[in-house]
């Protein structure tokens, strides 16, 4: 029979061993991704598949960002548009998600609670239960193929949750701090702004990071809501580029995914620490 600390040390192999497995299967899929993405087309498809690319080369991603065979690429602009889409998604996200918070934890009412649950229940809704009111409405306010448009689509699924992390974050704040701001001339805007934003900046990231994914992954939307093929964003636009009926540019898709990847990777790399924090605290203190 094993001893307490051999049981121990056999507990702790086995759990590094699922780690280490779970880390695999994540990273393989990147792992092709990244190794696809510099391989000639005639190395993609040989059997048995070589992991490694043999010939590495930059003309896929080149095609990609700048087009070939004398065409254009517009990339760039569906680069573009994600960009101005996604930091304008995150941006009315968080000012609306912030006031409502703050509404809920600091002004309560009869049904508030119920009125939360509710808020955050619509998450288990899917985007085509609105996409044809959305998509009449902004038909009948002229919005398609704008960027107001996708800007408040994106924000109806990503503000419910926003509005929930938040929240446990201002609950957290004790009101002799914001009382004590009011006694010395501080606005009620004031102390929200100077005063209690600052204390809740992991909450802050938290919900911004996760706005900023929703916005930047969403394609149903986009796919709809745009028509010109210049106002399409990076989801649709690589659909519309690199896959056709009768064809599927792997190495352009490949090579596109790969730069798709590359911002929400460094988002992650500069905001890992307050994401985490941001995270676990709004789940135990909300």
């Not at 307490?4 to 507990?11: A, F, I, K």
Request: hydrophobic content about 50%.
């Amino acid at each position: 029979m094993l001893s307490l600390s051999h049981r121990r040390r056999l507990v702790r192999g086995l759990s590094y061993l699922y780690i280490l497995v779970l880390l695999v299967l994540s990273l393989f899929p990147i792992a092709w991704m990244v190794s696809s993405s510099i391989k000639p087309i005639e190395d993609l498809f040989v059997i048995p598949p070589q992991w490694i690319p043999q010939h590495p080369t930059l003309n896929t991603l080149n095609s990609v960002i700048y087009g070939d065979y004398g065409r254009g690429s517009l990339f760039p602009r569906y680069f573009a548009n994600s960009v101005i889409v996604t930091i304008g998604t995150t941006i009315f996200c968080l000012v609306v998600a912030t006031l409502a918070a703050y509404s809920f934890s600091r002004y309560p009412f009869r049904g508030s609670n119920g009125l939360m649950i509710g808020i955050l229940s619509t998450q288990m809704f899917p985007q085509g239960m609105l996409l044809i009111t959305l998509y009449l409405t902004f038909l009948a306010l002229n919005l398609l193929n704008t960027y107001p448009a996708l800007i408040l689509a994106n924000t109806t699924f990503a503000i419910p949750f926003a509005i929930w992390i938040l929240k446990g974050f201002f609950d957290t704040i004790p009101h002799e701090i914001e009382d004590a701001a009011l006694i010395d001339g501080c606005g009620r805007l004031g102390v929200l702004t100077r005063v209690v934003l600052p204390m809740i900046a992991p909450g802050l990231v938290a919900a911004g990071v996760y706005t900023f994914l929703i916005a930047w992954d969403e394609y149903l939307f986009a796919a709809t809501l745009t028509i010109k093929p210049e106002m399409r964003t990076l989801p649709p636009g690589i659909i519309q580029s690199f896959v056709g009926q009768f064809y599927l540019n792997w190495p352009n898709v490949m090579a596109a995914s790969v730069l798709v990847t590359i911002p929400v990777t460094l988002l992650f790399i500069f905001f890992q620490k307050h994401l985490v924090q941001g995270l676990t605290a709004g789940a135990i203190k909300g």
